[in-house]
Every structure is written in C-alpha cells, then in structure tokens.
C-alpha cells in the first residue's frame, strides 16, 4: 500500500482539484446546479491526474531518465518496488476508470466535452510517452496550464452552465499558471538529471537562473489576473479579496525557490501544489460570501 501510495502522489492532487473546485463553485448559483456532475467530474480529473503520475514513474524509467542519481521523491518503477508491467497496467485502468466515469459527463455536456475527454486522455499518455513526449521537449508546462488550467476551470463550468463565461477563463488562466509553476519546480529541480538523459524540459531549455524568473511570474499572475477581472467588473470582490490572502504564501514560495537548488527543491513542490488549493478554497469562500448576500 505505502508503494502506491507514493506512485500516486497524494502532493500533486491538488493540482486537479483545486481547478474542478473553482469551476463548479462559480456554477453554483445556477438554477441547474447539479452536486452529482460535481462530484463525479472531480472524481474524473483525480483519475486523470493519477494516470499522469503513474504514466510519468512508466515512461521515464522505460526511457532510462529516471535513474540512481535522481533528486526528487523515490520513482516505484525505477527503484523496483512495483514491476515495470504492474504500474503500466495500473495506469491504463485508471484512463479506463476516468472515461468510465466520465461517460456520463460526455452524455451530459455532449461533442464539446466529449473533445475534451479525448484531448485529455491523449495528453495523459503524451506528457511522458508516445513518439513526441511534451516533458521532453519543453511542453510540460503549457501542459499543465491548459488541461489543469483552462480545461479543468472552464470545462467544469461548461458541464454546469450549458456555456462559458469571461470569469471562467480568467480563473482557468489563474489556476493554470499555479499548476505550471508546480510543473517547473519539478523541473527546475531535475535540470542535472534530465540533462543527462536528454530530457529537454523547459527549465533545462532555459537554464536555472531564468526558470527562478519564471516560476515568480507564474505566482504572481494568478493575482494580477483577478485583480484585472474585478476591475473588468468579471469579478466581485470577497472571492478577490479572500484568495488574494493566499499572497503571502506565494511571496513565502518565490524567495524559498530563488534561495534553494537540487533535492531542497522537494519541499516547495508540494507546497506549490498547496498554494492551489489554497487559493482554490478562499476564492470559493468568497463565491459562498456573495451567495449569503443574495
């Protein structure tokens, strides 16, 4: 159990949570607000995010990246603990799992989340595998950005509505850029490693110094962009005010990534995930704040 348990990577669910959380608050004054396509498209995107994972510990230790000099936390598949086979299998019944239970989201949204669901599962398997992998060639972080970004936000509010919104995707570009950041730091993290194994990431691409830049961008444009919104009148103002407490870890987060390199990297991974949610939950609170108001 403690093996799976670290294929899946509890740290990084908040990846995939914190986007659905938003999408389906921001639908929850509508009249057609159902609790049932909000449970089960969170359930959706969780097995989609433990598919990542466990395609991410497959492929790279199929494709020799990761290896005994690895910095970040312990790989199943390379360190032996589950079978090469094991994990690739567990990987497809989780893309199984998450299109099972994302039938009925494709029967109720119809064509358009249908292209999602594809678009989704195909990016799944390609972060780390196929012929052109997007890890290996620098796409990992717009990856991340659109389908834990925009897809997540803006297609959740989809599956409520019946439409999309200006709101919707200014959170799915707020989301999407905490994401990537969660992406570079892994990155930024690996840069000797992947180096070594020919696996041009962006932050390999780039080069450190710059990949400290960018991860500060993308803490800081999340509340560049709701502050925009609000004053677009695309937002209200307690679900600015409340999330944009969640700052103060993000200034916390950029000065303990610009001051630490290698494997002290690890601590600011899972905590960058945390910042999603964190800023996820307080902008929701703000969402409950103006319903009460009603």
């Known amino acids: ?5 670290l294929a899946i990577r509890p740290r990084t669910l908040p990846a995939a949570i914190g986007p659905l959380l938003i999408g389906n608050m921001l639908a929850i004054e509508l009249m057609q607000f159902s609790w049932l396509i909000a ?3 969170m359930l959706c ?3 989609l995010q433990i598919s990542v994972n466990l395609a991410n510990d497959y492929f790279d230790y199929k494709n020799g990246i990761d290896t005994e000099e690895r910095l970040g936390p312990v790989r199943v598949t390379q360190s032996g603990m589950i079978a090469p086979t094991t994990v690739r299998n567990a990987m497809i019944a989780c893309l199984l799992a998450a299109l099972l239970v994302g039938s009925y989201l494709i029967w109720h949204g119809g064509w358009p989340i249908a292209i ?3 678009a989704s599962i195909l990016g799944a398997i390609c972060y780390s595998g196929g012929p052109y992998p997007l890890a290996s060639h620098g796409l990992g972080e717009v990856a991340a950005f659109v389908f834990f970004g925009l897809v997540a936000v803006v297609g959740s509010y989809y599956l409520q ?3 999309t919104t200006l709101t919707a995707w200014l959170l799915g570009c707020a989301i999407g850029f905490f994401n990537a950041a969660i992406m570079l730091v892994n990155n930024t993290r690996d840069i000797t490693t992947d180096t070594k194994a ?3 990431t962006l932050a390999v691409r780039i080069g450190e110094p710059q990949a400290k830049v960018l991860y500060q961008s993308f803490l800081y444009l999340p509340f560049g962009i709701i502050i925009a919104g609000f004053l677009l ?3 209200e103002g307690w679900p600015v005010l ?3 407490v969640s700052l103060i870890l993000a200034r916390k987060l950029s000065r303990d990534f610009r001051d630490n390199s290698g494997e002290d990297l690890n601590p600011i991974l899972g905590k960058t995930a945390k910042l999603t949610m964190i800023f996820s939950v307080l902008f929701s609170a703000g969402l409950m704040i103006n319903l009460s108001q009603i």
């Open 45 to 47: 995107a969780i097995l």
């Open 116 to 118: 999602l669901a594809a």
């Open 233 to 235: 009148g695309a937002l």
């Open 1 to 5: 159990m403690q093996s799976w348990i």
């Open 161 to 163: 509505a019946g439409e």
């Open 242 to 244: 409340l999330a944009g």
């Open 198 to 200: 020919g696996k041009n």
């Open 39 to 41: 449970v089960i498209s």
